[in-house]
């Protein structure tokens, strides 16, 4: 079992950046590709960034690939997403999320199903 908590979400301007960051519990949270998911207000939860057990590979979503880079400390237990030139259409509430226990150290899925835990959420709202 894995629980997760989110943090570092708030009010940032469009151009601007943000540091969100995952807190995991447990004593597994490195045998779980890790994952960011995003959701809108009126709209259904997107993926936007995984990365694999230890890190080796990652997979962005395109609308912000390029922009924002998820990483993951092992050792602290912690997945991080860093957002940059942060635009309107960014804001939503950013959800973290656990994959599959085991398999391959560079798999990775933007797969909601494949998620099995999930954070309660932090918000991100970027204004232009």
């Known amino acids: 079992q894995v629980q997760l908590v989110e943090s570092g979400g708030g009010s940032v301007q469009a151009g601007g950046s943000q540091r969100l960051s995952c807190a995991a519990s447990?004593?597994?949270?490195?045998?779980?590709?890790m994952g960011w998911f995003r959701q809108a207000p009126g709209k259904e939860r997107e993926f936007v960034a995984a990365?694999?057990?230890?890190?080796?590979?990652?997979y962005y979503a395109d609308s912000v690939k390029g922009r924002f880079t998820i990483s993951r400390d092992n050792a602290k237990n912690t997945l991080y997403l860093q957002m940059n030139s942060l635009k309107p259409e960014d804001t939503a509430v950013y959800y973290c999320?656990?994959?599959?226990?085991?398999?391959?150290?560079?798999?990775?899925?933007?797969?909601?199903?494949?998620?099995?835990?999930w954070g309660q959420g932090t918000q991100v709202t970027v204004s232009s």
């Open positions: 990365i694999s057990r230890i890190g080796a590979s990652k």
């Open positions: 447990g004593r597994t949270f490195s045998s779980h590709c």
């Open positions: 999320a656990a994959g599959p226990l085991g398999g391959s150290f560079d798999y990775v899925t933007p797969r909601t199903e494949e998620y099995n835990y």
